[in-house]
């Protein structure tokens, strides 16, 4: 708890204590203590890690535990480290934690307190070797993609069909998943639910525009309207537009002063929208890389290619300036429209 301590304001406490009387074994006690006086127990889970699917039955655990003299104690779940999934399902859901790298979040009525810090995004003591935890790279990028654009339920099968990926990618991502809590497996192992808004923010933490592709910043002098003009025009160019562009024909948050688009050969793309490379002040970045699955499901509106919206909200989300907040935006118009997006599987059977 030294963590804790080191960040609470002047005049609280807390302090360990072992559980002496309890039947059940538990990991630990903490009483914190205001300045006032008042008190708050708390019933500590500690683990090396949790997995999201675990957590529901840790805090079973924690509650089903009783103590002598005190009335309702609290739970907090301890770890080395503690993932952005674990951390987001904990909040939902208003169960204090702590993990070694400093992430917490306490939150009491009785005493009143709130505090919140963030630690290591990643986990420092994870070693060499296959990603474990992640959703890096075009095969799970792939996976993710299929996921979430298209209606469950289906099988791992048909999800290795839809994605395009291998299937030793796809039953690695689908697993992850599982324990996250971010798909629910039925009967036979089929996928049989989605969190598609928290696998998209979950998603964007390993992927980005800028950070996953090769990104060329490029200035078009007679501004966007003449980009989009120009796109209209050109002739055997691949490409498809995705950030603020993408977002206004879904979600209108402000105007767009940026254009961010996927494209297939940079210097073709220069040449033929009579762009200027530049260093700063640009008005368009053009993103190149490994990741072709940006180019799956693109739809056309008024002349021009736009991404899905699942690729256009993980690109705001991971976006400069104001980006992430028309990323929510988006979210939250595809939840009130998923019917309009999410697309049912070709041949598959319900």
């Avoid at 039953?171 to 639910?193: M, P, S, T």
């Amino acid at each position: 708890m030294t963590l804790v301590q080191e960040r609470l304001p002047p005049g609280w406490s807390i302090r360990l204590s072992s559980d002496q009387e309890a039947e059940r074994r538990i990991d630990g006690v903490a009483e914190l203590t205001a300045p006032d006086g008042t008190t708050a127990v708390f019933l500590i889970e500690a683990k090396r890690s949790f997995v999201t699917s675990d957590l529901a039955a840790a805090l079973d655990r924690i509650r089903s535990h009783r103590l002598p003299r005190v009335a309702r104690p609290m739970p907090l779940l301890a770890a080395r480290y503690l993932g952005s999934s674990v951390r987001s399902w904990l909040e939902e859901r208003g169960v204090s934690y702590v993990d070694a790298t400093g992430n917490m979040h306490l939150r009491l009525e009785q005493p009143a307190m709130y505090m919140r810090d963030r630690g290591a995004d990643r986990d420092p003591w994870r070693g060499p070797g296959r990603p474990r935890g992640t959703l890096q790279g075009p095969p799970a990028s792939r996976v993710v993609r299929a996921l979430i654009d298209f209606v469950e339920p289906m099988t791992v099968p048909e999800l290795i069909r839809l994605s395009g990926a291998s299937t030793g990618a796809t039953y690695r991502v689908v697993e992850f998943l599982e324990r996250e809590a971010l798909l629910r497996r039925g009967q036979g192992g089929r996928v049989v639910e989605v969190e598609w808004r928290r696998l998209l923010e979950r998603w964007s933490e390993d992927y980005g525009f800028q950070s996953s592709n090769s990104v060329t910043r490029c200035l078009i002098p007679r501004g966007l309207p003449a980009l989009e003009e120009s796109l209209r025009d050109a002739q055997g160019l691949r490409y498809a537009l995705t950030g603020s562009l993408a977002a206004h024909r879904l979600a209108p948050y402000a105007p767009v002063r940026l254009a961010m688009a996927y494209v297939d050969d940079v210097s073709q793309t220069i040449e033929k929208l009579s762009l200027r490379p530049v260093d700063s002040g640009a008005n368009v970045l053009i993103a190149h890389g490994k990741y072709d699955v940006v180019f799956d499901r693109v739809e056309q509106d008024d002349g021009l290619t736009f991404v899905a919206p699942s690729q256009a909200v993980v690109d705001l989300l991971t976006g400069p300036g104001r980006s992430a907040a028309e990323g929510q935006e988006v979210l939250d118009w595809m939840e009130r429209h998923e019917s309009s997006w999410r697309r049912q599987p070709a041949g598959s059977r319900a």
